[in-house]
């Protein structure tokens, strides 16, 4: 089931899916084994596995989405970023997955190397996301001899990101002169089919980014991505990598709690609050950041009343009145 074409059904549910890494370490593979049979279960919508920093986890990336390929029957979505590699690169890439059965892409630039602070494209490299969007479009016209802009239903549904709040960089200062929705019309004029966001707390800054985006022109729809506010030092972690900070009075909150029972009941009740109110403001569904757990993640859904949406999802599908629907 292509994931493009789960936002052209009506759903009576929220649209569900998870976030995986590739597995660093062999307990960690062996763990995460577990985590995708949990989660599977679960009947999500679609997995989305990250690639690493100049495609260092290519091959663990590969393999994992291989697995659930063979191992479930959730559809898996494929990131890819521009990072350290050419154009030829990313085709051989590309072809590898189709190769592998893949259909479902998130084309993304991604961020710079470690200890290099600005973004310098491969020499014979790409740019912007929305530069590898219009390539897999053109892989895919080649190998299917199809054109998203004209076939109803494309071979490919290609994803791309979106940033409530803005942008920020690693100290968690909003970067200034960045226009985030003139970038994420690019990447739909591109081809993008939907977008799935990076974390935020707030739903003002969802809710924000949708207005602004549907004034500019896009249409494509912003699947919020969110994360179980259960561990704070992740929390902490997190907001280093992706800049997004994390407000004090929920860091407060955690940490003031006499135990790790308490602690946990906190960060998900406080995660099912930001969930109702995203889903509530109108959102298609929920991307679940994991981190590669499965507790957290399905706590958080059955606090929400949502185990098993996708299962419902995926029925509806089934019924003829396929048509185009409209989400925020
Ligand atoms: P782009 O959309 O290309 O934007 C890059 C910069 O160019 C931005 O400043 C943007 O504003 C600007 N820009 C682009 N087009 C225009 C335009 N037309 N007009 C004006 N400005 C423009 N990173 C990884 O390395 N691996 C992963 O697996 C990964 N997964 C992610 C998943 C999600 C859901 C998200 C939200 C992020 C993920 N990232 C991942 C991080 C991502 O690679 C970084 O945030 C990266 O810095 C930007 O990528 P992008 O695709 O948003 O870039």
Redesign the pocket.
């Known amino acids: 089931m292509s994931t493009a074409s789960l936002f052209s059904v009506p759903l009576d549910r929220p649209m569900i899916s998870f976030e995986l890494y590739p597995p660093r370490t062999p307990k960690g593979e062996a763990s995460l084994q577990r985590t995708v049979g949990e989660l599977a279960a679960a009947s999500p919508d679609f997995f989305s596995i990250?690639?690493g920093?100049s495609g260092s986890t290519r091959a663990t990336s590969r393999e994992l989405i291989r697995r659930i390929l063979a191992e479930t029957e959730v559809t898996p979505i494929a990131?890819l970023?521009c990072?350290g590699a050419s154009e030829e690169d990313l085709g051989e890439v590309v072809g590898d997955l189709l190769d592998g059965g893949v259909r479902d892409f998130?084309a993304?630039?991604?961020?710079p190397p470690e200890g290099q602070p600005d973004w310098r494209p491969h020499p014979n490299g790409l740019s912007?996301?929305?530069e590898l969007v219009e390539l897999l479009r053109r892989i895919e016209a080649q190998r299917f001899g199809t054109d998203h802009r004209s076939d109803r239903r494309s071979p490919l549904s290609i994803s791309?990101?979106a940033y409530p709040g803005g942008?920020h960089d690693v100290t968690g200062q909003p970067v200034v002169g960045?226009?985030?929705v003139?970038?994420l019309l690019?990447?739909q004029e591109a081809g993008a089919d939907f977008a799935?966001?990076?974390l935020f707390f707030d739903v003002g800054n969802y809710t924000e980014l949708v207005e602004r985006a549907r004034d500019a022109g896009v249409h494509i729809p912003i699947l919020p991505?969110v994360i179980p506010l259960t561990d704070p030092s992740r929390l902490q972690r997190l907001s280093g990598l992706t800049g997004v900070p994390v407000p004090t009075d929920l860091l407060a909150h955690l940490e003031s709690a006499d135990t790790e029972a308490e602690r946990y009941r906190r960060g998900l009740r406080a995660s099912v609050d930001l969930l109702r109110e995203v889903l509530d403001a109108g959102a298609p569904g929920l991307h679940v950041y994991t981190f590669n757990s499965s507790r957290a993640a399905l706590d958080l859904l059955d606090g929400a009343g949502l185990r098993g949406a996708g299962a419902r999802a995926r029925a509806s599908l089934d019924s003829p009145t396929i048509g185009k629907v409209d989400h925020v």
Do not use: E, M, W
């Open positions: 990250t690639y920093a990131h970023t990072v998130l993304l630039r991604g961020d912007r996301a929305s791309v990101a942008r960045v226009n985030d003139a970038a690019a990447k799935i966001t990076q991505g």
